[in-house]
């Protein structure tokens, strides 16, 4: 006898489901920006940036980013984050 039970599924929220939703993704995809201008001055951001089911930015910059300037991106984040949150 097995008592595999199927995990329910994960819902996760659609931009326009939420006026909180989009402003948390909106706020969000600025300080990407932020941490991204200020790791890398010569990048320029180009589109973004929240969308129904997140958020991003397109940023034109001289070399693509690797998996370890995004781990730094997303610390410079926190950095940019962490002073407001009490």
Known sequence: MSNDVSPEPIHLPKTSESEQIKRIRHTTS?????????????????????????????????DPFSEKDLKQIEKEMVKIIKPKIQ
Not at 30 to 49: D, E, Y
């Open 30 to 62: 600025h300080i990407l920006a932020m941490a991204v201008q200020k790791l890398f001055p010569k990048a320029q951001v180009t589109i973004g940036p929240w969308i129904e089911n997140g958020f991003y930015y397109d940023f034109d910059n001289p």
